[in-house]
């Protein structure tokens, strides 16, 4: 079946500009997370969709970030007047969790945003 | 806190044995995870852990010590395209049910 998608792939902004990347889980997937990474870094968590509970957003690094998901699938990241720092790898993973959590996570291939 | 150790880079020849080492200090532990991602690629999952003891999947092994905080993977008959860069991940009941607290990642470099 269909994997994790992403887009854009990539997206160039001006600082100061806001952004949206979207995610698309696998179907049938229940939870839903976003990361980000930098250059050589590892995956740093932002916040986590899990079913019908409240988000936890405790990764988001400031209020100019913020995701929802709608009707328990796609999901889409903003980030509100965007900063050279905010230049990353955002990716989206999903995972099946069915009376216990998951520890495979499936993985999109990542939008690369450039903020000039 | 929550914090993962793991080496920054590993190089090994074709055909050698690699170890990655792992140490967590995290609250909630569950298990670990290893994940592998090739350059500009997504990590892909390789293995878990949730009770002590060595997981076998091919050429790839994976141990949990639950008492010593401490796991690794054991990458056996390298070959040129295991050259990729290798995360431990904690998987944490508290906070957050379901979370995956990521390592910085171990670039692993295999050379002729």
């Known amino acids: 079946g269909a994997g994790v998608s992403q887009s854009p792939s990539n997206k160039v902004t001006e600082k100061g500009k806001d952004v949206e990347l979207r995610c698309d889980p696998i179907?049938?997937?229940?939870?839903l997370y976003w990361y980000r990474q930098s250059l050589g870094q590892g995956l740093e968590f932002l916040i986590y969709?899990?079913?019908?509970?409240?988000?936890?957003k405790s990764g988001l690094p400031s209020d100019r970030f913020s995701a929802e998901r709608t009707g328990g699938s796609v999901s889409t990241l903003t980030i509100q007047r965007t900063q050279q720092e905010d230049s990353a790898v955002y990716l989206c993973a999903s995972s099946l969790t069915q009376g216990g959590p998951s520890y495979e996570q499936y993985f999109g291939p990542g939008t690369r945003l450039t903020v000039t | 806190g929550q914090s993962l150790e793991q080496p920054s880079e590993v190089t090994a020849v074709e055909g050698a044995i690699v170890q990655i080492n792992c140490t967590y200090q995290?609250?909630?532990?569950?298990?670990l995870s290893w994940y592998q991602q090739h350059d500009g690629g997504a990590p892909t999952f390789l293995s878990y852990?949730?009770?002590?003891g060595l997981e076998e999947t091919g050429r790839f092994s994976s141990f949990l010590s639950r008492s010593d905080s401490y796991g690794y993977l054991l990458l056996q008959e390298l070959q040129m395209k295991d050259s990729a860069s290798y995360f431990c991940?904690?998987?944490?009941?508290?906070?957050?049910?379901?979370?995956?607290?990521f390592g910085a990642g171990t670039q692993v470099v295999v050379t002729p």
């Open positions: 179907s049938g997937h229940t939870a």
């Open positions: 969709f899990q079913g019908n509970s409240a988000p936890d």
């Open positions: 852990n949730a009770l002590d």
């Open positions: 991940a904690v998987l944490m009941t508290t906070d957050s049910w379901g979370k995956l607290q």
């Open positions: 995290t609250s909630g532990f569950y298990g």
